[in-house]
């Protein structure tokens, strides 16, 4: 299967910083992680992606642990626009399966 | 960089009528596209991929004489919904990597609803 596993939905405070987790304990050496975000009625927004190593852009840090089974995408200071549905993906060069996904609701 | 556009971005029809969606990249060219189907509080689920030049290879599941993919060119894709039942309503979105390894880029969608 080559879904991942993601919580249903996770709270955060506004400006503190956001924690997700994903599992994807079968993942193959040649998959990637994508990390991508939803918002209502709109299309995926790309966010970032890893292979082994720990990433970092302008928009968030993607940690993934050593054995490759899990991994954790941080948005440092969580703004109210960051509520979205947040999917974890497992991609090599072909198709991109959708699990679930985590929906992020940043309060106040 | 890397622009995907989807039109219509929302289209009504009536029951038994054919509806094409269109997506286009728009600043790179894109040897294959992903189709993608999503239902209310759902996922995203990959209906097709449509490779340029060549037929398209569909998920299992999706009827690939309902739902026909042509990919002429580099830069665009089309789906059509042939015969559109209610049950086809939903939210519609394409996607493409600029280049096989690249993240893919999504369009904005196209709402379908068929009355």
């Known amino acids: 299967d080559a879904k991942t596993t993601q919580p249903t939905s996770m709270d955060c405070a506004e400006g503190r910083a956001a924690n997700l987790p994903c599992n994807h304990s079968?993942?193959?050496?040649?998959?990637?992680v994508y990390w991508y975000r939803q918002i209502h009625s709109q299309g995926p927004q790309y966010i970032i992606h890893?292979?082994?190593n720990n990433e970092t852009n302008e928009m968030a840090s993607l940690i993934i642990t050593e054995d490759r089974k899990s991994s954790t995408l941080i948005l440092p200071h969580a703004t109210l626009r960051d509520t979205a549905v947040y999917y974890c993906?497992?991609?090599?060069?072909?198709?991109?399966?959708f699990g679930d996904g985590t929906t992020l609701t940043v309060k106040p | 960089g890397a622009v995907v556009s989807q039109h219509p971005s929302w289209v009504i029809c009536k029951s038994g009528t054919s509806v094409k969606i269109e997506c286009r990249s728009l600043?790179?060219?894109?040897?294959?596209m992903f189709w993608y189907r999503q239902f209310p509080k759902q996922s995203l689920m990959l209906m097709a991929t449509?490779?340029?030049?060549?037929?398209?290879?569909?998920e299992q599941g999706v009827e690939k004489d309902k739902f026909l993919i042509n990919h002429a060119s580099l830069t665009l894709s089309t789906l059509t919904v042939t015969s559109a039942h209610p049950e086809d309503s939903s939210f519609y979105i394409c996607?493409?990597?600029?280049?096989?390894?690249?993240?893919?880029?999504f369009g904005n969608g196209t709402r379908l609803t068929v009355t």
């Open positions: 996607s493409a990597p600029p280049t096989p390894n690249s993240p893919l880029h």
């Open positions: 079968t993942i193959s050496g040649n998959e990637y």
């Open positions: 890893g292979l082994k």
């Open positions: 993906i497992r991609r090599s060069a072909g198709k991109s399966t």
């Open positions: 600043d790179f060219q894109a040897t294959t």
């Open positions: 449509s490779n340029e030049g060549s037929k398209a290879t569909y």
